[in-house]
């Protein structure tokens, strides 16, 4: 497998919520805890969010949540925020190819 | 505060070799596991390769396998990215990341661009 599948977008106004789904299979997000998401604004790095499906860093605020049902993980960012326009990837650990990351959702404030 | 600073990109003809250097400082490197991870001009994210603490486990990506190959210095506190037989789909923006129980890549640099084109 190349690639864990996002949407390639999601949208929502100010204060609601969007969720985004990673779908694997069970070589890498069906088998591990190892799920982590990353955030990159534009022209920047990235910046872990999530990392072993649920767990937020210190610093990144509670809006955002992981989750995990199967093959696919999910994360939600609830309470929508101007600054949460971003791509957003997954990533997980991968029997067959070691890391594998997701194909990128932009999310767009509306 | 946990710095990593890429260098070493830049413009390489096809064929051509290219190594990427990133200090790193404000944490214990010999104790963290490493990696690469590269961005095509408005792609999505690719892992290229990583390197346990000690530097004696490494892994590659099947498209990059046999032409790089990462290493460490950890007495210089760096991290390397050595790449030979350059080809075009390998331009791209390389990341280097301090990983976390190697299952995530927990920090990031700012990255450096590598452009293959003759």
């Known amino acids: 497998q190349s690639a864990l599948t996002q949407p390639p977008s999601v949208s929502g106004s100010p204060g609601q919520s969007v969720t985004i789904s990673c779908t694997g299979t069970?070589?890498?997000?069906?088998?591990?805890?190892?799920v982590s998401w990353y955030h990159q604004a534009p022209g920047t790095a990235p910046k872990l969010i999530i990392y072993?499906?649920?767990n937020r860093p210190s610093g990144v605020p509670d809006r955002f949540s992981g989750s995990k049902s199967g093959n696919t993980a999910s994360l939600t960012i609830s309470g929508l925020q101007t600054e949460d326009e971003a791509d957003y990837y997954c990533s997980s650990y991968s029997s067959v190819t070691t890391y594998v990351f997701g194909t990128g959702t932009k999310v767009t404030v509306l | 505060e946990v710095q990593l600073l890429e260098s070493g990109g830049g413009l390489v003809q096809p064929g051509g070799s290219l190594r990427l250097s990133c200090a790193a400082s404000g944490f214990s490197f010999s104790s963290s596991p490493m990696g690469w991870v590269r961005q095509a001009p408005g792609k999505g994210l690719e892992w290229v390769s990583s390197i346990s603490g000690s530097g004696s486990n490494t892994y590659h990506a099947d498209s990059v396998k046999g032409r790089f190959a990462i290493s460490r210095d950890n007495a210089k506190n760096t991290l390397y990215l050595q790449m030979n037989s350059l080809r075009a789909e390998d331009t791209a923006v390389y990341y280097c990341?301090?990983?976390?129980?190697?299952?995530?890549?927990?920090?990031w640099g700012q990255g450096a661009l590598v452009t293959v084109s003759s």
């Open positions: 069970s070589s890498d997000v069906g088998s591990y805890n190892r």
């Open positions: 072993e499906v649920s």
């Open positions: 990341s301090k990983m976390a129980s190697p299952n995530y890549f927990q920090f």
